[in-house]
């Protein structure tokens, strides 16, 4: 087949990524927003947003194959017809693959085919024109991959202003609504599902259970809208929107679920343990310690921590699987949390999609060990978990990824708004204060708390 070709303007600030979106996404068929402006950790901040002109979307089912495999080779394809990714973007975003891995993929890494999830299992968007913004350098680019003889594509994204002026955003109506009154499974089911976990605990079959459950709530009629008032409310690292058709991805996600960078190191930093901050400094101190002190939290971290190790172990060198950081506090806009980071470097004969297979599902939405606990969470969950439980983020062409494990997200489509939220069961966890925590981690999902 023909080469492609690279075209890259720079713009010499940080556009605005609502702006973009606009301006530039809106009225496309298939769009993404991979948000990252919204961190306040150290690490360069980077937004993606973009589209597939040529509607260019992999959409699969588990039961249409190895979509694993599939994503290799499609992007083998594509690195085949390209040049070298451009200086100037490859530490950004050197183009590739956008979207999803839904949890119900779990039947392809080892775990079986219990329920249907009526959203697409996985979806992944070729990104042919995107915009990439470095708001730590200040910096945009917009890009295009295209055809040598189409001459408009370099032409792309011409004329953006350089910022969208927007009043306060009104509160979306599902918002306000009573979400344990919408939970698939109600107070006392959900109770008895932490009962029966807790017999498997005892009797040796599982270790840590992260029991899910299902707010089903009406549609929403502007799924941006939604999304714009979840990241003012509930701002995040992973922040990220997407978009194919009639169905829309809405996620506030905190967690990384896997990195893997030019020179072959996989990354995943898993989070066991949550608390708010405090507008009192002496006291938000406190907090910060308790939560790293607490014993409860402390061993499903650490439970959660081992079980990547061994996923991956499966495709590191060996000796290379090592825990930089052990369960540190790290402190976000709205919440402590308490995160591990577990590193390997790939072996010469993997690559980054061998690294997702073996480290999918996150572990920290399953359990451990992570195939009897995922049967045991299948006959306690009424439904498929879809995009929640899963991954969403890139893939690129020259071989890196990047990631999130997708929690405190909303998935919309005209039948409605499925936010899917739930905790890790332990021997000593309280059945009620992780009903609690449940429901709390559904409210997050919608934008009304932290």
Known sequence: MAALVWSVRSVDHALDGETVYRELLADEPVAFWLDGSLTDRA?????????????????????????????????????ARLPAVPEEIAELFGGGYVGYFGYEF???????????????????IWADRFVVIDHDRDVSYLVAVHEPDDVAAAGWGDGLPASWWMSGRGQPEIAALDLEAHLEQDRATYLAGIDTCMAALEAGRTYEVCLTNRVRLPAVEDP??????????N?????????YGELAVASSSPERFLTVDADGWAECR???????????PAQDQL????LAEDEKTRAENLMIVDLIRNDLGRVS???????????????????HQLVTTVRGRLRPDVDALDAVRACFPPGSMTGAPKIATMELLDSLEW???????????????????????????????PAGTVVGAGGAIVLDSDPAAEYDEMVLKATAAIGRIS
């Open 43 to 79: 690490e360069r901040r980077v937004s993606v947003l973009g589209t597939s002109v040529g509607g260019d979307v992999v959409v699969r089912d588990v039961a249409d194959g190895d979509v694993f495999a599939e994503l290799r080779e499609l992007l083998a394809a594509r690195r």
């Open 106 to 124: 779990k039947a392809l890494t080892g775990g079986a085919t219990a329920h249907e999830a009526p959203t697409p299992d996985a979806l992944w």
């Open 224 to 233: 941006l809208e939604f999304y714009l008032w979840q990241r003012e409310q």
């Open 235 to 243: 701002p995040a690292p992973y922040s990220a929107f997407l978009r």
């Open 270 to 280: 898993p989070i066991k343990g949550t608390a708010p901050r405090s507008a009192d």
């Open 287 to 290: 907090v910060a310690k308790a």
């Open 317 to 335: 060198q060996p000796g290379t699987v090592q825990v930089p950081q052990l369960m540190a506090v790290e402190t976000y806009q709205t919440v």
């Open 383 to 413: 439904s498929a978990r879809g995009v929640y439980s899963g991954a969403l983020g890139y893939l690129t062409v020259d071989g890196r990824a990047d990631l999130s494990v997708v929690i405190r997200t909303a998935v919309m489509t």
